[in-house]
C-alpha cells in the first residue's frame, strides 16, 4: 500500500512538472517581442511542431497487448452509451464555462485573395468568415486551414490520441497550416483557406467524417466496442470488436439504413478538450480506448474528443459541420483485422465505407471502381499472359515472353533517348559491404529495408536497393577535368528491397525490381541546365505514353543528414532555391506546389505525379538534388583554374521501377497497349488452309522487320472466330490473307476495334509498322465511327455466347459465310 501511495504521488508530480513547462513555455511566447516576418514564421514553426504530437512522443502501444474484447454479443443501444453521454454533458458544460474566459481580442483574417478581414479571437469562426463571403461558398466548405501568424491566449498543445500510425519521416519544421473545424473559432491573426469536397484534404476529412457516421451506427445497432477508425483515399473503415461474431450481409444494411437516419438528422460535430483522467473517465467501459489514452497520451498533458449525436469518440479532428452534409452512404465490405495489427491480439472486424456529398459522385465512383477493377494489372498481367508470382520468391516477377517484350521494349526507349542526351551506360556490383551504406549514410535509414547478411569472415553485406553509392565509387575511381562535366551516369542494375510480406502488391510494390537509374555528376554553374534537361526528359517520357503530370519541389526532412553544421544548412538552402528557380522557369511560377518536409534525407527533390487515363495519380519519375553524397565521397573535379572543386549530384528517374511502370502503363492502356509498346503487334490469318504457307511467310518477313507477329494457321475454326480471338488478346493488327491478297504479295488490314484499313502491300505494311514503332505513335488508326464500335460489340457478345462447334462448309471450305469477303488490292 505504501508502495501505491508512493507512485501516486510521483505521477502526481510528474503531471505538475509537465503543467508549469507548458504555462512557462506559453509565458515564454508572450514575453518574446515579434519583430520581422522571419520571427513571427519562427514562432509560427515552433507552434507548428507542438500542435499535435506523434506516437513517438509518448509511449506507443505495444503489439503485445494481448487480448482486452472480453464476451461479447449483439445488443441495440448498449448502456454504455448513455453512460458516455451523461458524463460527456457535464465535462462539457464545465469546458463551455473555461471557455468563455478566453481573451477575446481584434484579429486579422487573411483571405487567399489578400482581402484582410476582421474579426474577434475565439469568437469569430471561418464559418462566419465563409458566410460574409456568400451562403453557397460557406455551404460548400468541407474545412477550414489555417496559418496562424500570432495566436492569442495561451498555446494548447494537444496530444495525438487517434490511435492512427503516423508517418514522421516526412515531417519537418515548417508551416502547415493546421486544418480547422468550420465552426470551430479563430484563435488568432492568419491567413485562412476554405477547403471544398475535392481537393485532397477536404476529401479526407469527409471520410473521417462519415467514419464517425459508421462509428455511430456501429455503436447504436450492434452495441461493439469502437478501436480505431480512419478515413483511406477513397472512403473509410471502421474496427470494432465483436467478439468471435462476423458482420453479414444483413447487418451491413442495416448500418446503411441507420446512417441515413444519422444523416437526416444533421447531428452537428462537437469537439471538446480533455486531459487523460477525462478521457480515462470518459472511455472506462472501452479497453481499446483506454489503451490507447494509457500509452499514446502523456501524463499532464491535453488531447480531444468529438461528439455527433449519441457517438462521443476519441479525435483529433477536425471534421464537418454536421452529419448532413453527407448525401451518399454505402457500407462496402466487412473484412478480419487484429488489433494493433498483431494475431495474437483480439480479432476485430473492420467495416469499410465510402460517401459523397452528391448521389452523383457516388455513381461516378462505382463505375470508376468497375473499371478500375477490369482493368487492374494483376488481372490483365494474367489475360495477357504477361507476368505471375511465386511463393518461392514472393515480391519478384516472373515476366513470360510477352511481359518481357513490354519490359526490353521500355529499356529500349530509356537507352535510346540515352544516347540523344549524352547518358553513358555503366553496370555496377549488385552486393555491397556495409561499411559503403555507412559512407554514403544510407545505413541509418535503410538498413531494415535491405537483404544482408554476413559473410565467412562475419563481414556484413547488402544486396544494393539503390545505385547512387556506387555511382559515387565509380567517379571516385578517376580523377575528372572541368571539361568531362557534366558526368551523366546511367544503370538498369537490378534492386532489392526488404519490403513486409503484407505490403506486396502485384507490380506495384515488389522486392526485386529494376530502375532507369541515373545520376549526373555536375559543376555548380551547370546545375540549372542539368535540372531543366531532365525535366525536360521527364516531359518527353510522360507526353510519350499520353499521360499528363504534376510538380512538386519536397524540401528537407526531419532526419535530413548535414543539418548538424552550418554549411550543411547552407547546401539545403541552395539547393531548395535552385529547384524553386528551376520550377519557375520550366513550369512557371504557381504552376507547381511545395511539399514541405518530403525530401530525401540528403537532399530536396522534385516529384512528379503522373496522371493516367483514369484520373489517378502515381509517383514514378523524380529528380534529386544531392549536395551530400559527394562531401561523403569527399568527390572532386579539377577546374579551369587547376583548383578542385565538389561537384553536386543529381539523382534522376524517368519511368522509376520498370516493374511499377509497367502496372501503371497496362492501367493506362486498359490492356490496349499502343504499337510501338506491344507485345502482340499483328496476326497474320488465313481464310482458308491453302494460304497458310504464305501466311507463315508473311509472319517470318514482319518478324525479320523487327516486329511481335505471330500467324493463326490452326484448325477448326472460322475467320471471324480467328479475328474475335486476336482482337480479344488485344493485337493491334489482324492482316488477313486470301488468294488475291497471295497473288498480290498484300494483307486486308483489321484493327482490334474491327475497323477495315483495307489492302496494303507487305512492304507497305512493313514501312507503315516502322514509322509508328520509330515515331512511337500512340494512335495508329482512326478513330472508330458509331456504327462500327455497336458491330464490334455486337461480335463480342456474339462469340461469347456461342458454345457450339461452326457447321463445317461444303468441300470442307473454312471460309466464314458471315465474314465480309476481303476488300480488293487498293490497285485494283
Known sequence: MAGEGLEAKVEQLRARVAELELQLEAKNEENVNVSGEKEQEAAQKQRTEHARMTKSAGAEIGADEGRLGGEFAFSENPEFIAARQAKYEELKARK??????????????????????????????????????????????????????????DTVVIADSSGFEEDEEGEAEVNKGELWDMERPLEGDCKLELLKFGEREANMVFWHSSAHILGECIECELGSHLTVGPPVDPGFYYDTYVGSEGITEDKKKKLEAKAKKIIKEKQKFERIVLTKDEALELFAENPFKLSIIRNKVKDGSLTTAYRCGPLIDLCMGPHIPHTGKVKAFEVTQATTAFWLGSVDNDALQRVYGISFPDKKLLAEHKEFMKQAAENDHRRKGVEQDLFFFHDFSPGSAFFKPHGARIYT?????????????????????NIYNAKLWKVSGHWDHYKDDMFTFQDGDKEMFGLKPMNCPGHCLMFADSKHSFRELPLRLADFGVLHRNEASGALSGLTRVRRF???????????????????????????????????????RSTRPKKAVGLEEAEGVALWDTAEAALSTVLDKFAGPGNWRDNPGDGAFYGPKIDIKVMDSMRRVHQCATVQ????????????????????????????????SLERMIAVLTEHFKGKWPFWLSPRQAIVIPIHPDHNEYCDGIRDRLRAAGFFCDADTSKGKTLNKKILLAQHAQYNFMLVVGPTEKECDSVNIRTRLDRKMGVKTVDEVVQLFTKWKEERTLVTEPEPTAEELERAAALAAKGKSRNTKQPKKKNGEAKDAAAPAPEPPADA
Open 96 to 153: 463551455d464555462e473555461e471557455y468563455k474566459a478566453m481573451p477575446r481580442e481584434a484579429i486579422k483574417v487573411t483571405l487567399p485573395d489578400g482581402a484582410v478581414v476582421d474579426g474577434t479571437s475565439y469568437e469569430t469562426s471561418p464559418m462566419d468568415i465563409a458566410n460574409g463571403i456568400s451562403v453557397g461558398l460557406a455551404q460548400s466548405c468541407v474545412v477550414a486551414k489555417v496559418f496562424y501568424t500570432r495566436r492569442v491566449g
Open 409 to 429: 521494349t521500355l529499356l529500349a526507349f530509356m537507352r535510346e533517348e540515352y544516347i540523344k542526351r549524352g547518358y553513358t551506360e555503366v553496370v555496377t556490383p
Open 514 to 552: 529494376q530502375q532507369d537509374d541515373g545520376h549526373i555528376f555536375c559543376a555548380a554553374s551547370q546545375l540549372e541546365d542539368e535540372l531543366l534537361g531532365a525535366l525536360n526528359f521527364m516531359k518527353h517520357v510522360y507526353e510519350t505514353f499520353g499521360m499528363t503530370y504534376k510538380l512538386e
Open 625 to 656: 538534388l544531392d549536395f551530400q553524397l559527394p562531401k561523403r565521397f569527399n568527390l572532386s573535379f579539377q577546374t579551369s583554374e587547376g583548383s578542385y572543386e565538389r561537384p553536386v549530384m543529381i539523382h534522376r528517374a524517368m519511368l522509376g
